[in-house]
């Protein structure tokens, strides 16, 4: 009934709207609606009464619930359906347990914090509540499995795009799917799938951002490799505008990868990465190898030269930059 009442108040927010009127429009009684905007109140929505006029909405809270979020939406499909919850394990798993039953492409899920927020390569992601943003996209691709790493940097360039166009700053990309500031890491992506050895089920699209933390919110060990936008800016970000660019983000992008296929997500990808020439040292399934980075092949592996000039082919793992 929350979701009824904003819209109600959203769609003149200049008048007032009675009490009677909403409770005829929503089919219940006039104390049950006082009841729910005592609750909105208490979430933070600023709503003045009038004994005589009824309701009027002044402001909204910086929440990220459907509501709140399609309100701001600019997108054509992706996030028309949003799983919104206080807590979550993990976004990814909730959304891979959605998928599994049938949700739809472009589906999400929205958490307000996560208890087992979760990273790549096992490792845990830091996740508040009413700080950040974390959330997973479902994806039904109708490509090859071997060419599901291309959603992981098609993601990372509309990450990197959405905190540009939102903040005037600009985000470079460690491979595969790290958004960093300053050398500083401010999102991240994990994507799974499921699939078959010929086509793919599902992509499920996770990305965790932060937005909102100040330095010290972050654990000791994360802090000096971590960071938000507002502690890059000195100002509070709204989540919801974020997210909003975020999600077009990533609609305009995947379309682009299937129209045009991975090389233009890999020109995008390659002028933030700026990977080329770069010495590295490339931790992958318990081995580590130096080198100089030379590209990303055409389907996201990570190309790198070793000091003999030999090419070694990553697929997975994690890079350090040694100069």
Do not use: C
Request: hydrophobic share 35%; no cysteine; glycine share 8%.
């Amino acid at each position: 009934m929350d979701e009824e009442i904003l819209q109600l108040l959203r769609k003149h927010p200049s008048t007032f709207h009675s009490g009677e009127e909403i409770s005829r429009r929503l089919q219940v009684s006039r104390t049950a609606i006082w009841k729910r905007i005592r609750h909105l109140r208490s979430l933070g929505y600023e709503i003045e009464a009038s004994t005589r006029a009824g309701y009027r909405l002044i402001q909204s809270p910086d929440l990220l619930t459907p509501s709140e979020v399609k309100s701001s939406l600019k997108t054509e499909w992706m996030g028309k359906v949003i799983h919104y919850f206080t807590r979550l394990d993990s976004t990814n798993s909730k959304a891979y347990e959605l998928a599994t039953r049938g949700a739809e492409e472009g589906e999400v899920v929205i958490s307000e914090s996560q208890e087992k927020g979760r990273g790549r390569l096992g490792r845990n992601w830091f996740s508040p509540p009413h700080l950040n943003l974390y959330l997973s996209v479902i994806l039904r691709p109708k490509i090859p499995p071997h060419q599901a790493p291309l959603i992981t940097l098609m993601a990372a360039v509309a990450t990197a795009e959405a905190i540009e166009e939102n903040t005037g700053l600009r985000p470079l990309i460690k491979w595969p799917n790290d958004i960093l500031l300053r050398g500083r890491k401010v999102a991240g992506l994990l994507n799974e799938i499921k699939s078959e050895t010929d086509r793919i089920h599902f992509v499920i699209l996770g990305i965790g951002m932060n937005l909102n933390m100040d330095e010290k919110m972050f654990p000791q060990g994360i802090r000096s490799l971590a960071t938000s936008l507002k502690r890059e800016l000195g100002r509070t970000i709204s989540r919801r505008d974020l997210l909003s660019s975020l999600l077009q983000k990533l609609e305009e992008w995947y379309a682009v990868f299937l129209k045009e296929g991975g090389e233009a997500i890999l020109r995008a990808w390659r002028s933030r990465a700026q990977i080329k020439g770069k010495r590295l040292k490339v931790t992958s399934f318990g081995e580590s190898i130096t080198g100089t980075g030379v590209d990303v092949d055409s389907d996201g592996a990570l190309i790198l030269e070793t000091r003999s000039g030999e090419r070694k082919r990553v697929v997975a793992g994690d890079i350090e930059y040694t100069r």
